[in-house]
């Protein structure tokens, strides 16, 4: 009857151990080394009465956030369009990254009539692996004078 208790007791301590060890494995493989948390860098921030309005363009980690970007000078959707995609160019390699490496971008035309021509410019402009798109005709205009107005998001 001592044997058969010392033998109950071994397996009852061993079943814990094993219960306890479980837990601690669980536990780490559930609770990842933490990395640190990456910092939100802006650029070209707006004012606004000395107060920061918006940031044209905003990098987190490895994605970067180009705001809407118009031409407000003279000009058809083509030459707005075109000036347009090199400005967000510019900004997306000052950022690090490429025309290729964008993954979104919206577009919002003053006049759907426009859709044609913003197409012939817009084409070719993000590589062979284009990014998705959402264009819509922005009911009273887009702001300013510009014909069209791009923003888009991208990898680094």
């Not at 990842?32 to 000395?50: G, H, L, S, T, Y």
């Not at 180009?66 to 407000?72: E, L, T, V």
């Not at 290729?100 to 971008?105: S, T, Y």
């Amino acid at each position: 009857m001592e044997t058969q208790r010392r033998s109950i007791l071994k397996r009852l301590f061993a079943s814990a151990a094993g219960v306890v060890g479980l837990g601690a494995a669980s536990k780490a493989i559930a609770e990842p080394i933490a990395e640190p948390a990456a910092e939100k860098e802006v650029f070209n921030v707006v004012m606004q009465d000395d107060v920061p309005l918006f940031s044209q363009s905003t990098k987190m980690g490895n994605l970067v956030f180009i705001a809407g970007i118009g031409y407000h000078k003279e000009g058809d959707i083509k030459v707005h369009t075109d000036e347009v995609l090199k400005e967000m160019e510019k900004q997306l390699i000052k950022a690090g990254s490429s025309m290729e490496k964008v993954l979104k971008v919206g577009v919002f035309l003053h006049d759907l009539n426009d859709y044609k021509g913003m197409n012939d410019v817009y084409r070719g402009r993000f590589g062979k692996k284009p990014p998705v798109r959402t264009t819509v005709a922005v009911y009273g205009g887009v702001p300013g004078d510009s014909l069209v107005e791009m923003d888009c998001i991208a990898y680094i």
